[in-house]
């Protein structure tokens, strides 16, 4: 009987391990779902999808499985549950318990193109996962992050650029782990543009006509990366050019078309537009154009220019071009000597007066002329610093007027430097902002017509506070002479440009005299000299002065100790027993603190700020105490008396 109650005992505080178990498979006690036929790939998966147990935990599932019914497993539920595991595998948060860090190494000497391949390596800290992996991400501009790399489980990741990506801008790369889930720092990479070509004339154009052996430009626009290489339908090939725009001549005897045939550069082939057709006739119909009109619809008298105009055709032997302008009412007049070439240089006569004319090329062999162009003649510069007199706080801006006549736009240097240019507008305001009383002149002028006339003064005041020099409370009232002390100080007011600033200090007849001096913004470093001979300590006057203007700080008194002038005075007598201690005085003089001394028993002091200074000494036998060394702020020093301990046994 006591045996039956001690088992019913042990039934009744002990749950059955059913009952633990049971939780663990409540899913199955779900009604049984309808039989649903699986893919073949599905029913093979499923012993894999489901976790080990030992046979004491699988006995344990099946009473549980019994009591709630022997619900069935069925494939479709194991699969599930194999997402489920594998999908919180891949977003495990980082442990709080450990450090986890990616960092990226150094790519800055990376320069590469979209559609290419990149090395990435990276160094990692912390306990990762077995089956974590690492995968590169690039990011935009507008912070846009998409992956470039597979996945690796360690450093380098190999990743490729898009080939959509555009060449020029700044992307970012980071590095990101899986489990759990960490992210490097965002590295800069800059991808190389991907070239463009496209040829055309020198004016533009897409067609020329010429003779037979003339010379004709091609100009050969690129975009993209530098340098260049291309090749012309002609098989013409240009290699590494870092020219933009690139020129051709070319001399084609029959009527040809030249295209870009490949453009190249770091990135690899780019694209190519344009052609330019030169027709070629032996004996085509002269014809005479003006081109580039632009550029000469502002004329300045007395100043050579350039007409550039187009002769296509057969002229004939002995011809000649000439530039002629007149005014809107009058007859033309020849203003340019006789030439043969394509661009003539002409100038306007002095006489012509600024105004409104028409200008013309005229050939004589055949006789053609081009049609006319607009052209204005404007006067040369007359610039006018106004008589202003302006005064001004300290730091504030003032504005002086400039007039202008003559053709714009206008430039102006005035005498301080300030300068400006594509002025458009007459009278005009110029910003100054002088230091000093100022004044102002114009040391250049000019406008379209060049530098031209120029005249006028304007006087500016500043008012600024007094100059004055502020020695600031001294680090220290008590200096090593030969040592190199920083002295506070603060200016106030103007100083010419050529001031300078000096610290001074008495000399033994107590006159100043000036010290070697580093000037800072904020403090001076000096030298101090040595004082008189036989002097330990002497009180020296110090101050500082400027020389323009000459000003001086009040007044501060500095005590300079000379070197390897500090005394230790040793003193003491008593008697012990012995074991027992007692203490022995120093007492120091001149010299800096802190003292470092050193007693004939071979007792060390470093450094002690205390005077006097008490030493306890424990001798096992009578013992005279000296002063072996001694030193101080301001070199070595020199001991002197002697104490002395009688041990009595």
Request: charged share 20%; with cysteine.
């Amino acid at each position: 009987m006591l045996i039956c109650n001690q088992v019913d005992a042990q039934r009744k505080t002990t749950p059955p391990r059913k009952t633990i178990l049971a939780p663990k498979k409540k899913a199955a006690t779900t009604p049984t779902k309808p039989a649903v036929t699986q893919p073949d790939t599905l029913r093979k998966a499923a012993p894999v999808a489901t976790p080990a147990a030992d046979t004491t935990q699988n006995a344990g599932q099946a009473v549980v499985d019994t009591t709630s019914g022997g619900t069935e497993v069925t494939p479709d539920s194991l699969t599930e549950r194999a997402a489920e595991e594998k999908l919180a595998k891949t977003e495990k948060p980082a442990d709080s318990l450990h450090s986890y860090k990616i960092t990226v190494d150094d790519i800055s000497y990376l320069t590469v193109c979209p559609g290419t391949n990149i090395t990435i390596p990276f160094t990692t800290n912390g306990p990762f996962d077995d089956g974590n992996t690492f995968i590169a991400q690039l990011i935009d501009a507008s912070g846009k992050t998409i992956p470039i790399s597979l996945p690796v489980s360690k450093s380098p990741v190999k990743a490729v650029i898009p080939s959509y990506k555009i060449g020029g801008e700044v992307y970012r790369i980071q590095i990101v782990s899986s489990i759990p889930v960490i992210r490097s720092q965002e590295v800069p990479i800059r991808l190389l543009q991907a070239p463009a070509a496209r040829i055309e004339f020198m004016d533009g154009t897409q067609s020329t006509r010429t003779m037979p052996g003339q010379e004709v430009q091609l100009r050969v626009s690129l975009t993209g990366t530098a340098p260049w290489s291309f090749r012309l339908s002609d098989s013409t090939i240009v290699t590494q050019t870092l020219s933009n725009p690139h020129y051709l001549i070319v001399k084609p005897a029959d009527v040809k078309a030249y295209k870009i045939a490949g453009v190249a550069n770091a990135c690899g082939s780019g694209t190519t537009s344009g052609e330019a057709i030169v027709n070629v006739n032996s004996n085509p119909e002269p014809k005479l154009e003006l081109k580039e009109v632009e550029k000469i619809a502002k004329l300045c008298s007395g100043i050579p220019f350039q007409v550039p105009f187009n002769a296509t055709g057969k002229f004939k032997e002995g011809n000649k071009f000439v530039v002629q302008i007149a005014e809107r009412t009058g007859a033309f007049k020849t203003i340019s000597p006789p030439d043969s070439t394509g661009y003539i240089n002409a100038e306007i006569p002095a006489n012509y007066k600024p105004g409104e004319y028409k200008l013309r090329v005229v050939s004589s062999a055949p006789y053609l002329v081009t049609q006319t162009a607009n052209v204005s003649i404007v006067s040369t510069t007359v610039t006018t610093l106004q008589k202003d007199s302006l005064r001004l706080g300290e730091n504030e801006t003032g504005e002086l007027t400039v007039k202008f006549t003559g053709g714009g736009p206008w430039f102006v240097l005035l005498s301080d430097g300030t300068y400006e240019n594509n002025i458009q507008e007459s009278p005009h305001k110029i910003k100054v902002k002088p230091i000093y009383d100022t004044n102002y002149q114009i040391t250049s002028a000019g406008g379209l017509c060049g530098v031209g006339k120029f005249s006028g003064s304007a006087k500016v005041s500043v008012k600024s506070p007094p100059a004055s020099i502020t020695l600031e409370k001294l680090p220290q009232n008590m200096v090593c002479a030969g040592t190199t002390i920083e002295i506070p100080y603060k200016i106030e007011g103007r100083y010419n440009a050529g001031n300078k600033f000096t610290v001074q200090m008495t000399d033994k007849s107590g006159r100043f005299v000036s010290l070697p001096t580093t000037i800072t913004p904020n403090t001076m470093k000096v030298k101090i000299s040595n004082a008189a001979a036989g002097d330990s300590i002497k009180t020296q006057k110090i101050r500082i002065i400027s020389s323009s203007p000459a000003v001086s700080s009040a007044i501060e008194e500095l005590d300079v100790i000379s070197p390897d002038q500090a005394i230790g005075e040793i003193s003491g007598k008593g008697t012990i027993t012995a074991g027992r201690s007692t203490r022995i005085q120093l007492k120091f003089k001149n010299g800096l603190p802190p003292w470092s001394f050193t007693l004939s028993d071979g007792t060390a002091i470093n450094g002690t700020f205390l005077n006097p200074y008490l030493i306890s000494v424990s001798p096992t036998a009578t013992t005279e105490y000296k002063i072996s060394t001694l030193k101080s702020g301001c070199g070595s020093g020199t001991g002197k008396g002697s104490a002395v301990v009688t041990v009595d046994n």
